[in-house]
Nanobody, 128 residues
């Protein structure tokens, strides 16, 4: 089992910065990717950024939504089983609940079936 806990959300001024954290616990060795999603009121949940956890000896790879490229940075600390989202130049359009996501593969007893887990979310409000 894997559990995710997000932190770091809050109220920030337009143009400001914020850093989100997501700590994974449990069977973290089964994870191969983690990501940040967000969902604004009345909107669909969208992918913000993703990063590989396993399968790459070092460095990893990242992917960003076009709307946040150049402003947001996703990173990981494998020793702490934690990913981060550094958000700069925030705008009111970035206001949303941000969710941490993890993808992995089950063990032998589960037929190595893919699984996905979600954190509870952390609210980011960008307002003047």
């Amino acid at each position: 089992q894997v559990q995710l806990v997000e932190s770091g959300g809050g109220l920030v001024q337009p143009g400001g910065s914020l850093r989100l954290s997501c700590a994974a616990s449990g069977s973290t060795n089964s994870l191969y990717a983690m990501a940040w999603y967000r969902q604004a009121p009345g909107e669909q949940r969208e992918l913000v950024a993703e990063i590989t956890i396993a399968g790459i000896p070092s460095g990893g790879s990242t992917n960003y939504a076009d709307s946040v490229k150049g402003r947001f940075t996703i990173s990981r600390d494998n020793a702490k089983n934690t990913i981060y989202l550094q958000m700069n130049s925030l705008t009111v359009e970035d206001t949303a609940v941000y969710y941490c996501n993890a993808e992995g593969t089950g063990g032998h007893s589960e037929g190595y079936k893919r699984f996905e887990v979600w954190g509870q979310g952390t609210l980011v409000t960008v307002s003047s």
